[in-house]
T-cell receptor, first 107, second 125 residues
Framework: SYELTQTPSVSVSPGQTASISCSGD??????VSWYQQKPGQSPVLVIY???KRPSGIPERFSGSNSGNTATLTISGTQAMDEADYYC??????????FGGGTKLTVL | EVQLVESGGGLVKPGGSLRLSCAVS????????MSWVRQAPGKGLEWVGR??????????DYIAPVKGRFTISRDDSRSTLHLQMNSLKPEDTAVYYC????????????????WGQGTLITVSS
């Protein structure tokens, strides 16, 4: 079965850039989405199709995907960005797979 | 405004059954692919399965651990999604989210853009 691997935790200082990675075999050949989940809340889509932002998602959220790694980048990280982030991949072979999640701490 | 409201969660004994519902509004339900995603306590997200729109065949897909035990159905006349869960196991304990699944026009990708608040299922004796 296909697996997506995420670093369990990432720390960043306010105003700095946070990079959250997601790795999988030939992940660059698949489309990746990213979800933000704050404690006690439902997940929110922040990036889809590798790099597209849904309406209402701040421009500081961006995504890329190449080779075996997809990356969610948060520029000028704010305290409100502290959350768990999950990558998700889809293709016709694997259907839907989520990564294990990364806890982003803004300190 | 898109709204998804799950109901039907609760405590059930191993081997028991439960039926979850998800009432939706704010979009054309009959045209939507709908999915269930679960999250065990303190764990990550796990896709459970989906049902395609009737226009796309109305077929349901499931992950292996629930295949044969869970059934996803839809009532387009009531804009409601259901998840019938039978032969429940302790490892099915989780918050279950109802989500919309949007497909790219070329069917080359999909993503989950609207989520309900979730409903907790606890399987324990």
């Amino acid at each position: 079965s296909y697996e997506l691997t995420q670093t369990p935790s990432v720390s960043v200082s306010p105003g700095q850039t946070a990079s959250i990675s997601c790795s999988g075999d030939k992940l660059g050949n698949k489309y990746v989405s990213w979800y933000q989940q704050k404690p006690g809340q439902s997940p929110v889509l922040v990036i889809y199709e590798d790099a597209k932002r849904p309406s209402g998602i701040p421009e500081r959220f961006s995504g890329s995907n190449s080779g075996n790694t997809a990356t969610l980048t948060i520029s000028g990280t704010q305290a409100m960005d502290e959350a768990d982030y999950y990558c998700q991949a889809w293709d016709s072979d694997i259907d839907v797979v989520f990564g294990g999640g990364t806890k982003l701490t803004v300190l | 405004e898109v709204q998804l409201v799950e109901s039907g969660g609760g405590l059930v004994k191993p081997g028991g059954s439960l039926r979850l519902s998800c009432a939706v509004s704010g979009f054309t339900f009959s045209k939507a692919w709908m999915s269930w995603v679960r999250q065990a306590p303190g764990k990550g997200l796990e896709w459970v399965g989906r049902i395609k729109s009737k226009n796309d065949g109305g077929i349901a897909d499931y992950i292996a651990p629930v295949k044969g035990r869970f059934t996803i159905s839809r009532d387009d006349s009531r804009s409601t999604l259901h998840l019938q869960m039978n032969s429940l196991k302790p490892e099915d304990t989780a918050v279950y989210y109802c989500t919309t699944e949007t497909l790219a026009p070329d069917y080359g990708s999909s993503w989950f853009d609207s989520w309900g608040q979730g409903t907790l299922i606890t399987v324990s004796s």
